[in-house]
């Protein structure tokens, strides 16, 4: 499966912005694929890039790998010194 | 075959030249290739010469049998044929490539005093009779010439052949190089067609150009660093991906000039040593072409050459110009994809930004140019935002891929560096740093509401990368700026609203003594009734701001009504809630609105007045809820007049179990009746307390009998203060 | 929640009306089908049913969904006003969609995301929409069983009550789906067509282990926050309310279900209607209800209606004028000094000749002995008040002087009103002051051939849809449709 730098990159940004929609969801490729209406495959390898730049948490391989938004480190109260 | 040389106006050249010789020594004169074959139209100073071209084939043949034992001379000679007597001048040339000889065939020359003899000769030969007739014509319409004489025509015969010869290679050189570059052009055509298949127009220009065996395109990847990316030609693959740096060897050096550098005879030379290690083996020469756009060196085009060629110059220097053309299409068929990339990055953005818009929250905001910045970079790694806190002393981040205190550590460095600068952003729009650990950041500084707000930061891979993503981080960066600008904006608007309202909160309640009191307790109790726990903290100001409205006549609540519009929306169910009380039904306000019922209800109560125990439209669970804050708040305040402080280490859940095994243990309850304190502490409604407790209402009334006897008190709201008394004594 | 170890657990569904079915909740750990067609709602109180988990009793629940879209869901559900993001944030709400497969492959792996979830919001109720898709895991011999059990032990391990959500028409014709019996309970959802217009939305409990269930068919409906249950008639009488306010049947059940289970107790109904509606049906259904019930009944007599012509009406609805009277329970009201049956007569005030001071005083004396001794026994008090008699008799201005008064006090007492009147003969602005007055208007009127009746005011807030009014031979005579 191949598929182009932009289009990779369209469904990064589409699947970020779904997760940061719904951070409390949890989805595999396929059911995401249903709701974005997008082909699976390509779909797999976006997901996984977005895990492995850890903004994605990924349970599970595959087919029955579930993706889940992973909230980005957050402190509010960093004193400055 | 016609040889591609003897072009027509080649041929005129020569045929002219060819009659002004033959006017001149009154000889025929014939110009043949290697089979006898005319090449030009013969100049018939003699009917023999005409005879012979237009003579039968076995006629010609013979003559020329007899010429073809002169082939391998390479001097003007005179020859003779057929007969001894009978000369001819053979003067051989050569066609411009030297692999096909022609000739020059003038004749015919008799020695004089020997014409007579000859013709006997001819006579009594035993030729056939068309070529005895043909000779003879040839021996009567001859001249006879001196030895000094056919020697002076030997040496004329022999100029006009160079003169042919040079003629052929002139032309021939002029044809070849108009060929050559019409074929050149081509490679470019190509080169500019195609610009994703480099390795063809490499081959296409190995083809045309003769001494070129290896070619390839060293990429620059990093400052100072080159990698082969494309190489073609035989014993070239070696070189694929190999690396140098500036200055080492000839490609090295090479990558440092402005302009093409070239060597030859280089097979001794220690900087041949990278190409020599990397499979090309032996070769004679180098051509390097720097590859440039603006300032920026983006590689070097080499083109390797094995043996030593000779070369037209004017081609070289064509092929130079040439190979510089490759080298601008190469350079701009990089910077367009280059450019393409950052479209293709950018494409995307537009999206994101109708989404960010949509978000309306800062954190929001952050998570997703932290997220996106990720998305966008070749190799990402991790990113964080640093943004000021609304204490100056303090900043916040939003960080991924990065240890959380080296996070930390580093939004202090960024603060000091960036946050504090009140020069603003830097004019490129980012900064390159390195971290403590050597890691590189490019910084944007998010700029709004005329100030440096904040920092998103993206780690790279190296500068290489920084210089190929930081348009359309910038890009991101902008956006994020904007958009949070959007917000702030929002946010002033929202306080600039707050502050009007409080003015007119003020002025309103000058009027109205009594109920503005109230309503300033009840904004107090808000505060407090978040802190523990009884509604979110965000829920307070809402809800404040919603009872100061309360406080407002009409009019002016009109005029608030843009913008306090879900704050309205709450003050008229509260209102409806105050029509309806004590009436029966089944009534459904939203929570906020039966929050401020009962806040405000027991704001406005008399200490003295014993209150209700239900209020129409506010749930049990909620009203009872705030019963026990307003309990626990009363023992709170007087502890706190008594000990200084007490109230900040507060803690309702602890305060109510030990207050719980206080009185079980005082008042002496039974399991069961400690069970149900506990209920009733915790808000519980007798019905509750019964399904919890899996025994009917009427025993837990009773148990409340005991409860209250033993505790000595009379009702729910007394038995709560005083646990929570004992819990905090 | 402590465990006390002596009575079970008990799980409050938080549904409005569905506790009370269930005899006041289920079971912690109780696997319930939840089974009805497209349409009736079964999303809708498998939602509710975590909300109030969350909302009333501070439980966390999952929804997991197969189907839905979770967009969907937090759109349909926000037309309740109900903000599940909110819920999500606050950590006691998830909506999980995913693939029945890859839910099963999760819940059956050792801290997988299920047991995780369940963990990280310390979760305590679970709706599973819907359960007709594990039928295809299995494959065809199995039907899914061997999926249905595992999730049904899952859920007993982590003591979640679940509600397991089934397409109703998927099990119809066959026999007994394999999870009817793993499962605790069942509750069915119907939508009936009901002569043609009318909808009739049913809730039925047909099976609950461990808990005391109200059997039969009981209506529900949606209203603007979610799904309330009206339980079914027979249950009213001897129910408490769970606002704590007892509601009086009409006597008309279709009335009763538009009035969420009859007039409430210590409310002033006005019943306005136009001279050519037959409201006569109506008003003595419901004193006919009151005086079967053992309550006290004042009567006022319009000029029409005398003790006879009541004692009559009232007879066709098997109520007994004269039996209640004996009992000292009914009183008159007459302006028009008519002579009366004896039994009757020590119970009738007349109040002709009086100036409005003195009517006032005449009735407040005759009456407030004997409410005093009859609240003391427990009875409640209905009045029926003709306000067009009171209008002729004693003027417009008396009305409006008095009357938000009078109702205030019944309402303090706990006197259910109903009046009479004719808003149009009265004019709009007394009418729109008698509206304010009343807590709600129950409204008939005939236009065309058809006579129509809708509720346009109750304490609720909430208006009905106009019904026809259809007259039927038997008791009670009329009908709403």
């Known amino acids: 499966m191949t598929i182009s730098d932009q289009e990779l990159l369209k469904l990064q940004m589409e699947c970020t912005m779904f997760f940061e929609n719904n951070p409390y969801a949890y989805e595999t490729a396929r059911g995401l694929a249903k ?5 699976v495959e390509p779909l797999q390898i ?36 | 075959m016609i040889e591609k040389s003897w072009a027509m106006d080649v041929r005129k050249t020569v045929e002219e030249i060819q009659h002004t010789y033959a006017e001149f020594t009154r000889l025929s004169i014939l110009i043949v290739d290697g089979q006898g074959r005319p090449l030009v139209k013969p100049s018939s100073y003699h009917p023999f010469f005409k005879k012979l071209v237009d003579a039968d084939e076995e006629t010609r043949e013979r003559f020329w049998q007899e010429v073809r034992h002169y082939a391998g001379l390479t001097r003007p000679a005179l020859c003779d044929l057929w007969l001894p007597g009978v000369k001819f001048i053979i003067a051989p040339f050569k066609s411009p490539a030297g692999d096909v000889v022609y000739y020059v065939l003038a004749g015919v020359l008799i020695q004089s005093g020997t014409k007579e003899m000859l013709e006997e000769e001819v006579a009594g030969s035993g030729l056939y009779d068309e070529s005895r007739k043909l000779l003879l014509d040839l021996v009567l319409e001859a001249e006879e010439l001196s030895g000094e004489e056919a020697e002076t025509w030997r040496e004329k015969i022999g100029k006009l052949a160079e003169t042919a010869e040079r003629i052929l290679r002139s032309a021939h050189r002029e044809a070849y190089v108009r060929d050559r570059l019409s074929e050149l052009r081509g490679v470019l055509s190509t080169a500019r067609r195609e610009r994703d298949s480099i390795d063809r127009t490499f081959e296409q220009f190995m083809d045309v150009s003769g001494g070129s065996d290896v070619m390839g395109y060293a990429e620059r990847v990093g400052p100072g ?68 756009v603006g300032g920026e060196q983006l590689g070097i085009l080499f083109i390797v050459s094995r043996k030593k060629v000779q070369t037209d110059a004017l081609l070289r220097e064509f092929e130079d110009v040439l190979i510089a053309l490759v080298g601008e299409y190469i350079a701009s068929g990089t910077i367009e994809a280059r450019m393409e990339r950052q479209i293709q990055r950018l494409r995307p953005l537009m999206e994101v930004t109708r989404f960010m818009i949509s978000a309306q929250n800062t954190q929001r905001i952050m998570f997703m140019l932290v997220d996106m910045s990720l998305s966008l970079v070749w190799n990402p790694s991790s990113a964080i935002i640093v943004h000021e806190s609304s204490s100056g002393e303090k900043v916040q981040i939003v960080s991924r891929g990065i240890a959380n205190d080296f996070a930390e550590q580093y939004a202090r460095d960024v603060a000091k560096r960036i946050l504090r600068e009140s020069t603003g952003a830097n004019s490129a729009g980012f900064e390159l740093s390195q971290t403590e650990e050597g890691q590189l950041m490019i910084e944007y500084p998010i700029v709004y509401a005329g100030k440096t707000r904040g920092v998103l930061a993206v780690s790279l891979s190296s500068e290489q990368e920084a210089e190929e993503c930081r348009e359309v981080l910038l890009a991101l960066a902008t956006m994020g700026s904007i958009i949070l600008q959007s917000v702030y904006d929002q946010q002033q608007m929202n306080l600039q609203n707050e502050r009007f309202l409080k003015l007119m909160y003020t002025s309103a309640k000058a009027g109205q003594d009594d109920q503005g009191k109230n309503t300033d307790l009840a904004l107090r109790l808000l505060d407090e009734y978040a802190r523990y726990g009884g509604i979110a903290a965000e829920e307070a100001p809402f809800l404040q701001r919603t009872a100061m409205l309360s406080v407002l006549d009409d009019a002016s609540r009109s005029e608030l009504n843009e913008a306090f519009a879900g704050e309205l929306a709450v003050l008229k169910e509260y209102q409806e809630m105050l029509d309806s009380e004590g009436q029966t039904g089944t009534f459904s306000y939203s929570r906020p609105a039966q929050v401020l019922r009962t806040v405000l209800y027991f704001a406005a109560l008399d200490e003295e007045t014993a209150g209700r125990l239900h209020l129409t439209g506010v ?27 007490a109230a900040a280490s507060f803690n309702p859940a602890e305060a109510e179990e030990r207050g719980i095994e206080a009185i079980v243990r005082e008042f002496g309850l039974s399991k069961r009746e400690k069970e149900v304190l506990e209920l009733v502490v915790r808000a519980s409604s007798n019905k509750d307390i019964a399904a919890k407790l899996f025994i009917s209402e009427h025993t837990v009334k009773n148990h409340l009998t005991n409860i209250f006897n033993k505790m000595s008190v009379s009702d729910r709201a007394q038995a709560i203060a005083r646990v929570f008394n004992r819990g905090i004594g | 929640m402590q465990e006390t170890g002596l009575g079970q657990d008990i799980v409050h569904t938080g549904v409005p009306g569905l506790d009370e079915l269930l005899g006041g909740g289920v079971p912690r750990g109780t696997t319930i089908i939840l089974e009805g067609n497209p349409g009736t709602g079964k999303t809708t109180l498998g939602i509710q049913f975590l909300l109030e988990g969350a909302r ?56 997988g995301l299920f047991e995780q979830l369940i963990r990280e919001i310390d979760c305590k109720r679970v709706v599973i929409d819907s359960i007709s898709l594990f039928r295809t895991l299995g494959g065809q011999q199995t039907d899914g069983r061997e999926q249905i059990y595992s999730i049904r032990n899952i859920m007993r391990k982590f003591n979640l009550t679940a509600f397991f959500l089934r397409e109703y028409g998927e099990t119809e014709g066959r026999s007994t789906p394999f999870e009817n019996y793993v499962c605790d309970g069942i509750i069915r959802l119907s939508l009936r067509e009901h002569l043609e217009k009318f909808r009739k939305r049913t809730i039925e409990i047909l099976k609950m282990r461990g808990t005391c269930i109200v059997e039969g068919e009981h209506h529900y409906r949606f209203l603007k926050d979610g799904i309330c249950i009206l339980p079914a008639l027979s249950m009213v009488e001897d129910k408490i309310v769970s606002d704590g306010v007892a509601r009086l049947s009409t006597g008309i059940e279709s009335l009763d279900e538009i009035l969420l289970g009859g007039l409430p107790q210590g409310s002033a109904f006005m019943m306005d209607s136009n001279s050519k509606a037959n409201y006569k049906y109506l008003m003595t259904s419901i004193y006919a209800e009151r005086i079967k019930q053992g309550d006290c009944v004042l009567f006022m007599l319009s000029g029409l209606s005398s003790v006879e012509t009541l004692e009559q009406s009232l ?64 009875k409640r008090w209905f009045i029926h008040y003709d306000l067009n008699t009171i209008i002729s008799e004693r003027g417009r201005e008396f009305v409006k002087r008095n009357f938000a008064d009078e109702m205030a006090r019944c309402r303090a007492a706990g006197i259910t009103v109903l009046c009479q009147s004719n808003f149009t003969e009265i004019g709009l602005e007394t009418s729109s002051f008698l509206e304010r007055a009343s807590n709600g208007v129950i409204r008939t009127w005939v236009d065309g051939s058809y006579q129509y009746l809708q509720i346009t005011k109750s304490p609720g807030g909430r208006m009905s849809a106009p019904h026809i009014v259809d007259n039927i031979r038997e008791r009670p005579y009329v009908r709403l449709i």
């Open chain 1, 35 to 39: 709701k974005l209406g997008r082909a």
């Open chain 2, 225 to 292: 660093e080159y990698r082969v990316s494309r190489v073609v030609g035989e014993g070239g693959s070696g070189l694929q991906d190999a690396e140098f740096r500036e200055g080492e060897g000839f490609l090295g050096q090479a990558a440092l000039s402005d302009n093409p550098m070239q060597w030859t005879d280089i097979q001794r030379d220690p900087r041949s040593f990278f190409l020599k290690q990397n499979g090309i083996g032996e070769f004679y020469g180098l051509r390097c072409f720097p590859v440039r």
């Open chain 2, 619 to 645: 749930s049990p669970e909620l009203f009872n809820h705030f019963r026990k804050f307003m309990a626990v708040r009363h023992t709170v305040q007087s502890e706190v007049v008594l000990s200084d402080g």
């Open chain 1, 46 to 81: 976006a997901l996984n890039r977005l895990a492995a730049i850890s903004i994605l948490d990924k349970r599970g391989e595959g087919n029955m790998a579930i993706y889940s938004y992973k909230t980005p480190y957050t402190q509010s109260e960093v004193e400055i010194h």
């Open chain 3, 56 to 111: 009333q009793y501070g439980e966390s629940g999952i929804y997991i969904t197969f189907e839905e879209l979770p967009e969907q869901i937090y759109r349909d559900m926000s037309g309740f006003g109900w903000d599940l993001r909110e819920l999500e944030r606050q950590n006691k709400l998830r909506i999980i969609c995913l693939e029945p497969d890859v839910l099963l492959d999760q819940m059956m792996r050792t801290d």
């Open chain 3, 315 to 378: 007879q066709l609805f098997g109520a007994s004028l004269r039996e209640a009277a004996l009992e000292e329970r009914v009183f008159f009201i007459d302006h028009y000094h008519r002579k009366v049956d004896p039994v009757y007569e020590n119970l009738v005030v007349h109040v002709d000749r009086l100036s409005n001071e003195e009517y006032q005083k005449k009735v407040y004396e005759a009456i407030n002995p004997h409410f005093r001794e009859t609240i003391v026994q427990g």
